[in-house]
Nanobody, 116 residues
Framework: QVQLVESGGGLVQPGGSLRLSCAAS????????MGWYRQAPGKARELVSS???????NYADSVKGRFTISRDNAKNTVYLQMNSLKPDDTAVYYC??????????WGQGTQVTVSS
């Protein structure tokens, strides 16, 4: 069973930055299309960004130009650099496969809170 572990969340002021990391058991991330998802209070989980095994990226309109997804296959890790954070970015952030290709069991996520 794949174990997903997200880290890097925290409390930041509007306009601040955070970098989230996603690690998994084994080397499965290195070969997989991955995504970052978020779930805000009272809202459904949504895909915010994805990255193919070859490094092609996609972003939700709400984060385009502010967030950058990247991967380090040697470290079996996916990152989400979040800049110019807004209160609406407040959510629990999760990593997983790009859902077009399937999903592993969800991890606990990491809380991102943007507030002044």
């Amino acid at each position: 069973q794949v174990q997903l572990v997200e880290s890097g969340g925290g409390l930041v002021q509007p306009g601040g930055s955070l970098r989230l990391s996603c690690a998994a058991s084994g080397s499965i991330i290195s070969f997989s299309p991955m995504g970052w998802y978020r779930q805000a209070p009272g809202k459904a989980r949504e895909l915010v960004s994805s990255i193919s095994s070859g490094g092609n990226t996609n972003y939700a309109d709400s984060v385009k130009g502010r967030f950058t997804i990247s991967r380090d296959n040697a470290k079996n890790t996916v990152y989400l650099q979040m800049n110019s954070l807004k209160p609406d970015d407040t959510a629990v952030y999760y990593c997983n496969l790009d859902s077009r290709f399937g999903l592993w069991t969800w991890g606990q996520g990491t809380q991102v809170t943007v507030s002044s």
